[in-house]
């Protein structure tokens, strides 16, 4: 089956199993004289949802006949943010396409195309972005080639940097590549420091037999698309195989980073995590976030999708999804667990939402600003009736929730809003995209975003 036809899965004829498939392919004044202090009375200030500011925006210029890919958006501290996503054309070629905006809500200009591929044998997918203070920003992708059968045969991790006016620096830079049997598109990640510096992170087969020997690896560059050190082999299997076309990295804005896994060991599927220092040196112990609990047989627990986001010292936040398989039916539940800059974990962790046995929840997206507040965004699944659901809950540095859960966008006439991504500015404000999909309109395929006042 054609990469792109997941899409087509979702958006046109969306059953509870098809999602599923989908779901499981980022801190008193001295007076003088004669004053009178007065004690204040005690004062508790209550935490009030975020608010949106302004009006859902579509992002992607469209046709009736292009499709587009799950968004990836990510944020400066001054709130200056980029898009990117995937945009599949009539006649199969597909194109890995951005747009930048400012703080405001306008953007900087149109949408731009990053990669464009030759023909259909080569589909470009998977984008991933990561901005710095200056605006500067880098673009990763996955760019699978396929056989006359559309069976992926070679796949390649691709990063190209941008000055913040969007204009692209040098040429695409061939991260990583693989040509071994049985291959399955990996997503890259991406995390980039105040002065350029960015880390590239993404999964390779080491192995012919399928699922063992895949392969977690990372690689730092300075901005001028040098090198900086050799290739870091992340995670090895970690006894048994890694599922490593789920890593992902955020990077602090000295160069510190931290790279997050979902990992399997042969009965449990876990998130492991491993900080960094620039120069690719580990600088802390291999961290267990959440562990699995299974069989050869049966996934109990299983911990999926993890998403990581730091602040500007080096504390960070992961966030995932935990499938319980215990009873007759799979319960999914979102989940966060803070660590300090040291990757020692702060506070237990938190159970972001609970769902239950008639919903799914899926690929969790995590941001945090230079002083540690996060924001959560998934989306949700009714497996009664297929509407999905987007959902966001903020939180403060110290892991108190900041308001109540926040619906974001819900469907409704069978259209989908799914894949979220969030992206937050050096305060409180945040950004979500996500894709969605209208039947019988025109232009039935959108990226959306809506800006939030936390």
Partial sequence: ???????????????????????????????????????????????????PLGPT??????????????PAVASNAVGNYVVVWSTTLADHTTEIDGRQYYASGNPMGSQFTISKSSSSSVELIDPLVAINIQGQFVVTWTSATLNSNNEVTGISILAQRFNSLGKAQGTP?????????????????????????????????????PGIGEYVYAQVYNWSGSLKGNRITVATGDGGN??????TAAMDSSGDFVVVWESFNGTNISIKAQRYNLAGTPTSNLITVANG??????????????????????????????GDFTGPQEVDSIH????DFRGHASGSAINVYQGDSI???????????????????WWHNNRTNSNTTVYAHAYKSTGQSDGSQVTVAQSSNNSNNVFPSVAMNGYDNFVIVWQQYIPQVTNPYKIVAQRYRN
């Fill in 242 to 247: 890694t599922f490593a076309e789920f890593s």
């Fill in 173 to 209: 830079l061939a991260v990583g590549t693989s040509t071994e049997p049985y291959l399955f598109p990996t997503p890259s990640s991406v995390g980039i420091d105040s002065r350029g510096d960015f880390v590239v992170v993404w999964g390779s087969k080491n192995s012919s037999t």
């Fill in 57 to 70: 925006v579509n992002v992607n210029s469209s046709s009736p006949t292009s499709q587009v890919s799950p």
């Fill in 1 to 51: 089956m054609r990469l792109q036809d997941w899409l087509t899965r979702i958006c046109g004829s969306l059953t509870n199993s098809t999602l599923r498939t989908i779901s499981r392919r980022r801190r008193t004044p001295q007076l003088s004289g004669s004053a009178i202090v007065e004690r204040l009375e005690s004062r508790q200030y209550l935490s009030a949802n975020p608010v």
């Fill in 359 to 377: 919903s799914y929840e899926n690929s969790p997206s995590v941001a945090m600003n230079g002083i540690g507040d996060f924001v959560v965004t």
């Fill in 293 to 322: 609990d299974g069989t050869s047989n049966n996934y109990n627990i299983s911990q999926r999708e993890p998403s990581v986001a730091i602040d500007a010292v080096g504390a960070f936040v992961v966030a995932w999804e935990t």
């Fill in 336 to 339: 966060a667990q803070r660590y």
